[in-house]
């Protein structure tokens, strides 16, 4: 009966115990909410809607009140974990979460506007020359980002429309800080630009984003995007060319000993080999450079692609003639290497005998590999008969064969 009796008050007082602690508990949530009041009214402190108040100030105030929120929600969370373990109603703290919220979009708000004036303060003071323009846009577009957010959340803010101003002001500066930072400016694009701005000093190692602003550049922004847009354009070309020239200063087609079996005999001479390859490259690089004089931005390079384009025509009619005379001669050579044919045409072997003398005499020369335009030979290869030439001007035919001779030749002997 005595454990009994110790059981049941000992219940009793458990319960008590719980229903104290529930209510104490009830008190410091009450407790809890009011102090959150009091930091929700000091939120619209007049201070934080002011743009022209002290910054510094401003953020010091507002990470006063947005740390005593975090233990605030702290505490919340503790007594909901206490309420979840006793088995009575959780409490619900919807002003504590609206007033951490809108604290902290104000803190965000502030804490731009003073990052964006440090930043645009490094950039006016900066050389202009070392300027990133690729950072700025970078920076500018987070900024923009940071404006839409605040502006969303604070519609009534002056701050924001202050801060929103600044960034839309600068954005119109951007376009400039992109064009004038273009690594395709040479210094021909800097002598007009210098024109267009009205001061020489935009080279110097001196000049700053600032100066730049002063001199009311923006002003002059279309004529200061159409340099750009012209040094872009030329140095696109100027890349193209190059990668033409960079493929002939490598390329190159080989040369196979024929008609002996060492060099040194009698009978060896050079033929080349197969072209295909160089014909398909040379086709792109007519074609290439072709698109290039349709360009309105040649300007700067238009005699060095001109000739260009007379030295791949060149290659071309060189290539075509140089493998036709090349099949011809083999043809001849296979019929007239024949004794019969020799005894039985005296004459056309001897005219023969004339153009094999001097077609060899030629390829006994091209026994390198032979470099085309651009590399480290001249072209047309050395002692390669000029194929450019109008037949009509001259009767001999390449490689020496009279043409009245040649009309003499019986029609099997012809390919």
């Not at 507002?62 to 919340?76: F, G, I, T």
């Not at 159409?226 to 060319?241: I, M």
């Not at 050079?270 to 086709?283: H, K, T």
């Not at 043809?331 to 005998?353: C, H, N, T, V, W």
Request: some cysteine.
């Amino acid at each position: 009966a005595q454990l009994k009796n110790t059981i049941t008050v000992s219940e009793s007082n458990r319960e008590a115990k719980m229903d104290r602690f529930i209510s104490e508990l009830t008190a410091e949530i009450e407790r809890l909410r009011q102090r959150v009041g009091e930091i929700r009214t000091q939120a619209q402190h007049e201070m934080i809607g002011d743009p022209d108040h002290n910054i510094d100030d401003v953020l010091d105030f507002l990470n006063d009140l947005s740390a005593q929120m975090e233990q605030h929600r702290e505490q919340a969370n503790t007594y909901t974990t206490y309420q979840q373990s006793f088995k009575v109603p959780v409490s619900r703290y919807e002003d504590l979460e609206e007033t951490y919220a809108d604290l902290a979009m104000k803190r965000l708000l502030w804490q731009s506007v003073h990052d964006w004036y440090q930043l645009t303060d490094m950039w006016r003071e900066s050389p202009f020359e070392a300027i990133n323009a690729d950072t700025v846009a970078s920076k500018v577009q987070y900024f923009t980002k940071m404006v839409f957010q605040v502006e969303r959340a604070l519609p009534k803010s002056r701050v924001v429309a202050r801060f929103k101003a600044l960034v839309d002001s600068f954005k119109s500066v951007l376009p400039i800080v992109i064009d004038l930072r273009n690594p395709s400016l040479r210094p021909r694009h800097w002598d007009r630009l210098q024109e267009i701005i009205g001061s020489r000093a935009v080279r110097d190692k001196s000049f700053t984003l600032g100066m730049l602003i002063e001199l009311k550049a923006i002003d002059r922004k279309e004529d200061i995007a159409q340099v750009s847009l012209e040094a872009s354009k030329e140095a696109q070309l100027e890349e193209s060319l190059k990668k033409v020239q960079g493929i002939w200063a490598q390329a190159e087609f080989q040369v196979l000993l024929h008609g002996g079996k060492e060099q040194g005999s009698r009978e060896a001479f050079y033929i080349i080999g197969g072209v295909d390859e160089i014909v398909a490259a040379l086709e792109d690089a007519i074609v290439t450079v072709s698109t290039l004089k349709g360009s309105r931005y040649i300007g700067p390079i238009k005699g060095e692609v001109e000739e260009w384009d007379r030295q791949l025509h060149l290659m071309a009619e060189t290539i075509e003639a140089w493998v036709a005379c090349q099949r011809d001669h083999m043809y001849l050579e296979s019929i007239f290497g024949a004794a019969d044919i020799q005894r039985q045409l005296p004459q056309e072997y001897k005219m023969f005998l004339s153009v094999d003398k001097a077609w060899k005499d030629v390829m006994l020369h091209q026994g390198q590999p032979q470099r085309l335009p651009g590399g480290d030979h001249p072209w047309p290869p050395q002692d390669v008969p000029d194929v450019q030439r109008d037949p009509g001007e001259d009767t001999q035919v390449p490689g020496g064969l009279p043409r009245d001779q040649e009309a003499q030749l019986p029609s099997f002997l012809l390919p």
